[in-house]
């Protein structure tokens, strides 16, 4: 799915002759468009099929979750190979230096955040707010792809800008409500490693701590990124400061004067003069 996406992109950055910069942008949201609309679509059918959707309680009814459909298992595992492959792709692509902590930091992530509720048995709750994440970052990058090829076409980042927000308030209001609240209340409480069962005040802390600390990062980079875009926008706006007049420099001033040369001789406008 990945390869596709990268000979695609290049095609395309053939035509459209990008710069450097852009040529890395495009390939990326290329590769990482791909991969979101197919997890999205598969995440989606799991939700579907398991009716979590329709029944909200399931995410926290009957915790913990230690037996899985192999479809959702199979989904999880994917998902935690294909962003394990992506650390070695940043070696074999030759991304820039300045670009590796970006990616780092975004491949952590999704690797603690995945890997940390398939562990903890939070999987139904994960699957959930993968999907909506998913859709986010797929509308993201397909606005950017057209973005590139007309840089006039900016109304995807604006419905992307809304839903963004809206898909933080959603997760965070989820989280609280499964691990805050329905967990708190739940039948099975205490540490049991043998029986999957983490439904402790101390991991329930540390969990929805994390995805508050991860939820606030989003936000102050979507910040950043929404006054770049500003600062962009109205850099041509402005209006052109008037120019100066030109004072007479040194060797103007040397050369002539009053019409007159330092050499003796007549200017245009001297002899001028002396006709009329």
Not at 9 to 32: A, P
Not at 114 to 136: D, E, P, Q, S
Not at 240 to 248: D, E, G, I, L, S
């Amino acid at each position: 799915c990945s390869v596709k996406g990268v000979v695609h992109s290049v095609k395309i950055n053939r035509k459209m002759h990008f710069s450097k910069t852009k040529h890395s942008k495009f390939n990326e949201s290329g590769q990482l468009s791909a991969f979101y609309l197919f997890s999205f679509g598969w995440g989606t059918s799991i939700l579907m099929s398991e009716n979590f959707l329709s029944n909200p309680v399931s995410l926290w009814d009957g915790y913990p979750h230690t037996l899985m459909p192999f479809q959702m298992k199979l989904y999880f595992i994917s998902q935690m190979g294909y962003w394990l492959h992506t650390l070695p792709e940043i070696y074999f692509q030759k991304t820039k230096k300045e670009d590796i902590p970006r990616q780092l930091v975004y491949i952590a992530l999704y690797l603690v955040h995945i890997a940390g509720a398939y562990i903890l048995n939070l999987n139904r709750l994960a699957l959930v707010l993968l999907v909506l994440h998913y859709f986010t970052e797929l509308l993201f990058h397909v606005s950017r792809l057209v973005y590139f090829s007309n840089d006039k076409r900016q109304t995807g980042f604006t419905v992307w800008a809304v839903l963004f927000v809206l898909g933080r308030l959603l997760t965070l209001s989820l989280s609280v409500l499964t691990v805050g609240f329905g967990l708190s209340n739940a039948d099975q409480q205490g540490l049991n490693l043998a029986n999957g069962n983490f439904n402790v005040l101390s991991v329930r802390i540390a969990v929805l701590a994390t995805i508050c600390v991860t939820q606030a990062f989003m936000m102050w980079k979507f910040i950043n990124f929404q006054l770049r875009r500003w600062r962009e926008q109205a850099q041509p706006l402005k209006p052109k400061k008037p120019q100066a007049p030109k004072t007479k420099s040194k060797k103007d001033k040397a050369n002539g004067v009053n019409g007159v040369s330092s050499n003796g001789a007549d200017s245009p406008r001297a002899k001028k003069e002396k006709s009329s």
